[in-house]
């Protein structure tokens, strides 16, 4: 399910409100280095949502698929699904990870490519 700070997941509400208080301080330090920041920094603290939407996004813990492919030197999005052995740990790589890591960075790419909000 989708949320302000992504397309395909909604955190806890106890991270909702983590990820809120971090947006302000981003939002300050936004604020006094403008140039840093490729979505302006708000006028008006109401419209704090929509730069902390606009500036932040969650992604799913890479967890053992990303230990995998790091100790294998192999892109996540390059793996397949399936019992992956040779290294100092044997790893059961899901298909549905590999699926949902593949769109968290698709929708990161996304975002990035959105042009900047006036």
Do not use: W
């Amino acid at each position: 399910t989708a949320s302000p700070v992504s397309g395909l997941i909604t955190p806890p509400k106890a991270a909702q409100g983590v990820i809120g208080m971090l947006n302000n301080l981003v939002c300050e330090v936004a604020s006094s280095f403008p140039d840093l920041f490729y979505h302006h920094a708000p006028n008006d603290r109401a419209e704090m949502k929509e730069f902390g939407a606009a500036s932040t996004m969650c992604m799913r813990s890479y967890g053992v698929t990303g230990l995998a492919a790091a100790e294998h030197g192999i892109p996540f999005c390059s793996m397949q699904a399936g019992h992956l052995s040779g290294g100092r740990i044997s790893y059961e790589v899901s298909g549905d990870m590999l699926r949902q890591l593949t769109s968290n960075v698709a929708e990161l790419a996304e975002r990035l490519n959105k042009p900047p909000q006036p």
